[in-house]
């Protein structure tokens, strides 16, 4: 898995390769069941349409970061571009804390690109400011994410 390992990263990128087919792995960014298995989203709706909303609810967590404080809470974005099967765009990402202030805007790219063994994932999602919390949410997410989308290539590569 190929996430960011920058001591101060301003984005997260995370290329992995998932021996699955292209349209189930990007159905897995947009499934209730998949998001709760893999990424411990607590409630979500997601429609893969241009201009579709894209939001996600996780349950806080009893860690509290001392920069960004509880974990958890929503991100939303809106899906401005999507090729079914293939990759959706958000723009207007936001991060809403359970106690805190958002964190946006962000964008979000995921491509799904078939390849010979199955698909080549990229989670791509950009957006900062020059400020400690900013650089400490991308740290924290990092982490995070590459440790949901382990479990998302876990499940598919099991299937």
Same mark, same amino acid.
């Given at each position: 898995? %190929?996430?960011?390992?920058?001591?101060?990263?301003?984005? &997260? @990128?995370?290329?992995?390769e998932?021996? !699955?087919?292209?349209?189930?792995? &990007?159905?897995?960014?947009?499934?209730?069941e998949?998001?709760? !298995?893999?990424?411990?989203? /607590?409630? +979500?709706?997601?429609?893969?349409?241009?201009?579709?909303?894209? !939001?996600?609810?996780?349950?806080?967590?009893?860690?509290?970061?001392?920069?960004? /404080?509880?974990? %958890?809470?929503?991100?939303?974005?809106?899906?401005?571009?999507?090729?079914? %099967?293939?990759? &959706?765009?958000?723009?207007?990402?936001?991060?809403?804390?359970?106690? /805190? @202030?958002?964190i %946006?805007?962000?964008?979000?790219?995921?491509?799904?690109?078939?390849?010979?063994?199955?698909?080549?994932?990229?989670?791509?999602?950009?957006?900062?400011?020059?400020?400690?919390?900013?650089?400490? &949410?991308?740290?924290?997410? +990092?982490?995070?994410?590459?440790?949901?989308?382990?479990?998302?290539?876990?499940?598919?590569?099991?299937?």
């Amino acid at each position: 898995m %190929g996430a960011s390992t920058t001591a101060d990263p301003s984005a &997260f @990128d995370c290329v992995l390769e998932i021996a !699955a087919g292209h349209a189930d792995v &990007f159905a897995a960014f947009f499934r209730p069941e998949s998001l709760r !298995a893999w990424w411990a989203v /607590g409630t +979500s709706i997601t429609l893969a349409r241009p201009l579709g909303v894209y !939001a996600l609810t996780w349950p806080s967590t009893s860690d509290t970061d001392p920069r960004l /404080g509880p974990l %958890g809470g929503t991100m939303y974005g809106i899906v401005i571009d999507v090729r079914p %099967g293939r990759e &959706f765009f958000l723009a207007d990402v936001y991060w809403l804390p359970t106690d /805190g @202030d958002p964190i %946006g805007p962000m964008a979000l790219h995921v491509t799904c690109d078939p390849t010979a063994a199955g698909t080549r994932l990229r989670y791509h999602q950009t957006g900062c400011d020059d400020s400690p919390r900013w650089r400490r &949410f991308y740290r924290v997410i +990092s982490v995070d994410w590459s440790a949901a989308l382990a479990r998302l290539k876990k499940e598919l590569d099991a299937k």
